[in-house]
C-alpha cells in the first residue's frame, strides 16, 4: 500500500523543524528513523497532513560524555550506538540491548529518538532508559524542558511530548565500573518484538548488593521500574534464594494484559525467568569486574 498524500519538509537546522512544527502544530508528524511510522502511514493508520523529516539535521546525531553522564542525541543511528567504544564502556547495557532491536537494517536507519518517541512498550531502548533513570530533553520553540522516564512515558505508544515539541536528546548517568548488566528478552522469532523483556543493572560485593535497577518491558502501558525487587536485592543480597525470591516478586508487580500472542500468565512466567537469568548474569559480571 502507499501513504497518503502529505505535505513534505526536509529541515536542515533545529529552528528550521521547530519553527515547522509551531507553524502546523498537531497537523504535522516528525520523521526520525522511520521504522514505525512509514509502517503506519503505508497501512494508513497515520495520515498526517504535514511531515517534517529529521535526518537533515546533523547536529541531532552525537555521542558524548559530559561530567557523569553521556548525552546521546535523538537522531544518532542505533547502529551507531552499537559499535560505539564509548557506549559499550560507560554504558554497557544499552549496547547490549541494541543488539536485540529487530534486524540490521532496522538499527542501520532507526534512531535512539524516533523509538523512545514512538514509546512501544515492548521495545528495549524505553526499558533501559527507564532501568538506566535516563533523562529527556524536550524543546520547541519556547525552549527546553527535562523530563524523568517515568514522566516521558504516559501509555501506550503515548509520551509527553506536545505537539510543537521534538526530543532533541537524551542523558544516561553513567554506568559503575564496578557494575554488572543484563538484558534478557523473549520473542517467538528473531527480530520480532519481545512478549517480555528485562533490563538489569547490579552493583555486588560477593553476595551483597551494593545497588540494583530494574525494568520490565512488555508487560504493561509503558515500561516499569521495578523499585520493590531492587530495595529487596539491596536488602537481601544475591544469594540463590534472594535471587530467586526477587524473580518471584518481579512477576507478581507486573500486570500484562492477554492478546493473540500470549496469556497474561505466560507473561509474569516469562519475567519470573528473565528476571532470574538477568540478575545471575548481572551479579556475574559485577564480581568478575572485580576480581
Avoid at 84 to 96: K, N, T
Avoid at 110 to 118: C, E, F, M, N, Q
Avoid at 260 to 277: E, F, G, K, N, T
Wanted: net charge negative.
Amino acid at each position: 500500500m502507499k501513504p497518503p498524500a502529505f505535505t513534505y519538509y526536509d529541515p536542515t537546522s533545529l529552528e528550521e523543524a521547530l519553527e515547522l512544527l509551531h507553524r502546523y502544530d498537531e497537523d504535522a508528524k516528525v520523521l526520525a528513523g522511520g521504522q514505525s511510522l512509514m509502517p503506519l502511514l503505508n497501512f494508513r493508520l497515520s495520515s498526517p497532513p504535514v511531515l517534517i523529516d529529521l535526518n537533515c539535521i546533523a547536529a541531532l546525531a552525537y555521542i558524548q560524555q559530559e561530567d557523569e553522564q553521556l548525552c546521546i542525541g535523538a537522531m544518532t543511528r542505533q547502529r551507531t550506538i552499537e559499535f560505539s567504544p564509548l557506549v559499550r564502556d560507560r554504558l554497557p547495557l544499552l549496547c547490549d540491548a541494541t543488539t536485540l532491536i529487530g534486524h540490521l537494517p532496522i538499527r542501520t536507519r532507526g534512531t535512539i529518538g524516533g523509538s523512545l518517541s514512538h514509546a512501544d512498550p515492548a521495545a528495549e531502548y524505553p526499558a533501559v532508559a527507564t532501568a538506566l533513570e535516563a533523562k529527556f530533553i524536550l524543546q520547541n520553540i519556547g525552549g527546553t524542558r527535562m523530563l524523568r522516564a517515568d514522566e516521558f512515558f504516559v501509555t501506550y505508544l503515548t509520551t509527553a511530548l506536545t505537539p510543537d515539541e521534538i526530543l532533541i536528546e537524551v542523558q544516561f548517568p553513567l554506568s559503575s565500573p564496578t557494575s554488572g548488566w543484563a538484558f534478557e528478552e523473549f520473542a517467538q522469532r528473531h527480530g520480532d518484538f519481545a512478549l517480555a523483556g528485562v533490563a538489569a543493572v547490579l552493583d555486588a560485593n560477593g553476595e551483597q548488593c551494593r545497588l540494583a535497577r530494574l525494568a520490565a518491558a512488555g508487560v504493561g502501558p509503558t515500561p516499569l521500574r521495578l523499585h520493590a525487587v531492587e530495595h529487596m536485592l539491596e536488602q537481601d543480597g544475591l544469594t540463590e534464594q534472594s535471587i530467586e525470591a526477587a524473580a518471584a516478586r518481579a512477576a507478581e508487580l507486573v500486570g500484562p494484559n492477554q492478546d493473540l500472542h500470549a496469556s497474561a500468565d505466560y507473561r509474569r512466567h516469562l519475567v519470573r525467568v528473565l528476571m532470574r537469568r538477568a540478575l545471575r548474569r548481572a551479579a556475574k559480571r559485577s564480581r568478575e569486574k572485580q576480581q
